[in-house]
């Protein structure tokens, strides 16, 4: 299990700066873990990092699934080759108590998969011409997640 504490967000600039840092160092974790003992479930879940209390600044809330998701895509690719190695079989799951949060997380990762801008560098999510990341990532409502 890994405990996170997202920062407070306040201005768009910073955090989303501080997202794409927490959720790299979450990714890093998670990749670590299953680098050292293949016992480590092959399923992530996360929670969106940062919202709730750390929200401050409410004008970005519509913005909050937007940045989640353009923030992991930016830790994936932040990633050492063998961190993208340990993450082959996994999935990274991101686990919404909201209806609303759910659609708009949906919403943001349908975006992401039809913009031509995913932007890919030496550590290359494309396998066999499908973009690996739109396999790994998904979203899931339950509200006991």
Same mark, same amino acid.
């Given at each position: 299990?890994?405990?996170?504490?997202?920062?407070?967000?306040?201005?768009?600039?910073?955090?989303?700066?501080?997202?794409?840092?927490?959720?790299?160092?979450?990714?890093?974790?998670?990749?670590?873990?299953? &680098?050292?003992?293949?016992?480590?479930?092959?399923?992530?879940?996360?929670? #969106?990092?940062?919202?709730?209390?750390?929200?401050? +600044?409410?004008?970005?809330? #519509?913005?909050?699934?937007?940045?989640?998701?353009?923030?992991?895509?930016?830790?994936?690719? &932040?990633?050492?080759?063998?961190?993208?190695?340990?993450?082959?079989?996994?999935?990274?799951?991101?686990?919404?108590?909201?209806?609303?949060?759910?659609?708009?997380?949906?919403?943001?990762?349908?975006?992401?998969?039809?913009?031509?801008?995913?932007?890919?560098?030496? +550590?290359?999510?494309?396998?066999?011409?499908?973009?690996?990341?739109?396999?790994?990532?998904?979203?899931?409502?339950?509200?006991?997640?």
């Amino acid at each position: 299990m890994i405990h996170v504490i997202g920062a407070k967000l306040v201005e768009r600039k910073k955090a989303l700066k501080d997202l794409q840092e927490t959720y790299y160092q979450v990714l890093s974790a998670y990749c670590e873990a299953r &680098r050292l003992s293949p016992e480590t479930p092959c399923i992530l879940r996360l929670c #969106p990092v940062s919202t709730g209390i750390f929200l401050e +600044n409410q004008s970005l809330k #519509p913005l909050v699934a937007q940045m989640t998701w353009d923030s992991i895509l930016v830790a994936l690719d &932040r990633l050492s080759p063998d961190s993208q190695e340990a993450l082959r079989d996994s999935k990274v799951v991101m686990c919404l108590f909201e209806p609303a949060d759910f659609k708009s997380h949906t919403e943001a990762l349908a975006r992401i998969r039809r913009s031509s801008q995913v932007r890919t560098s030496q +550590n290359d999510w494309r396998k066999e011409g499908e973009e690996r990341w739109a396999t790994l990532v998904t979203t899931w409502f339950d509200p006991r997640c």
